[in-house]
């Protein structure tokens, strides 16, 4: 097939889902066209090396990328992320239709800032069956003291239009499939697509001694956590049940975040020796640090919208065969259940953290094996890249056969060339 994606981010932005799916639907023999934007995440300021321009295309065994301009939100506060989205919405449009005119089906990456180019794309590509993949609903985290709430609610109506437009609506845990409903889409045409992680990079690994000496100190059970230590983990949590435990078992936090001086706070007063902090490391070096930890924490507060969502790290941490103590509600907690590849608690207890902590440690190593041998299996089953690509290639297909029944792709393009030449 011809494919269009459209996504915010692309590599080398760490846009890893549609990065890694348009390489490897080239692979696998489709045409593939990508329009994106020039590579500013996170900074909000082009990467060095590059240049913003209005004609910027490559071309890559069966992979276009064509980037267009779109404003630089700098500091990224409400207004400049507004200005970004809109900007990327209107280059998106001028260059979209053209670009995207004879392919026979389009997938658009939506996470928030996608809205409004997604929006104003599907009414100017007509009949092109569209793959709608949404990673997450709008919280309407971006409201400030400038703004009553009428940004977010331009947010939400624009997403919420792509919903009910799209032909097939993919969605990355399954209670995020209510809440798309929800918002008025057919329930029929909603699908589940679990997101993958870079297969590259999380596999099942031996500890180095380096990592080991980073990791431990003695053979005493070490819970690690690895990653941000932000508002939305509720870090302190985890903190307040090491510290209940005291010599049974050592928190090992790595990685760095906007709590992290809380975080450290709180250990601190609590006098936690057993709670440890290792400086952010690279992510080639994590399947060697999880093999030297005996479980992976997996942190997420009891708010609504986490229990809807599935951390990335969930998927590597799986792949690398590594179990996992699950601090989480709805899909997280849901997954790792399914799968017997750990333990679970309700988010935001620390007592009842604690009580799965004393479990992990006094759970013996060859059961702990086996947990994450469970866990390598469902995520090569449900999660792996192979999996994921296959669903979404069938929902494209679908797509196609959704809005064109009866005819061939040799009779869509036919159709697409026409409207493209008028």
């Not at 065994?61 to 400049?80: K, Q, W």
């Not at 845990?173 to 992680?197: E, I, Q, Y």
Request: proline share 6%; hydrophobic share 45%; glycine share 8%.
């Amino acid at each position: 097939m011809r494919i269009g994606i459209l996504t915010y981010h692309f590599p080398p932005e760490p846009a890893f889902i549609p990065g890694s799916l348009a390489e490897e639907l080239a692979a696998r023999g489709h045409e593939v066209r990508v329009l994106t934007g020039f590579p500013d995440y996170p900074g909000g300021h082009v990467y060095p090396g590059w240049r913003q321009r209005w004609r910027h295309e490559t071309h890559n065994r069966g992979l276009t990328v064509r980037r267009v301009l779109r404003y630089r939100s700098g500091d990224g506060d409400p207004r400049g992320r507004a200005a970004s989205w809109l900007s990327f919405a209107g280059s998106a449009a001028l260059v979209g239709r053209r670009l995207f005119a004879d392919v026979d089906a389009l997938y658009v990456y939506q996470p928030p800032a996608t809205a409004f180019a997604s929006a104003a794309l599907l009414r100017l590509l007509g009949r092109v069956p569209v793959v709608l993949h949404v990673p997450d609903v709008w919280t309407e985290e971006a409201r400030d003291g400038s703004d009553d709430g009428r940004w977010a609610a331009r947010v939400r109506a624009a997403m919420i239009r792509t919903y009910r437009t799209a032909t097939v609506v993919a969605v990355t845990a399954p209670s995020l499939r209510d809440a798309v409903v929800a918002a008025g889409t057919d329930p029929d045409r909603v699908r589940l697509v679990l997101n993958w992680t870079e297969e590259r990079i999380f596999q099942p690994t031996a500890a180095s001694t380096a990592a080991r000496r980073l990791v431990r100190r003695d053979e005493r059970c070490v819970v690690m956590h690895a990653g941000t230590i932000g508002a939305r983990q509720g870090l302190t949590t985890a903190v307040r049940a090491a510290a209940a435990l005291g010599d049974t078992m050592d928190l090992v936090l790595v990685g760095s975040g906007a709590e992290e001086q809380r975080v450290r706070g709180l250990a601190a007063e609590l006098g936690a020796d057993n709670v440890r902090f290792v400086e952010r490391r690279s992510p080639l070096d994590m399947p060697e640090l999880y093999a030297a930890a005996d479980y992976q924490l997996i942190m997420l507060r009891d708010l609504p919208e986490l229990h809807r969502s599935v951390p990335a790290k969930l998927p590597a941490v799986l792949s690398c065969g590594v179990p996992v103590v699950a601090s989480a509600g709805g899909d997280t907690a849901a997954l790792v259940e399914r799968a017997r590849a750990g333990l679970s608690c309700p988010p935001g207890d620390w007592a009842s953290l604690a009580d799965r902590f004393w479990l992990a440690a006094h759970i013996p190593p060859p059961a702990r094996v086996e947990m994450g041998r469970r866990g390598r299996e469902a995520y090569l089953r449900e999660m792996s890249l192979s999996a994921g690509v296959d669903r979404v290639e069938r929902l494209l297909r679908e797509a196609v056969a959704a809005v064109r029944p009866g005819e061939s792709v040799a009779e869509v393009r036919s159709g697409a060339q026409r409207i493209k030449l008028s």
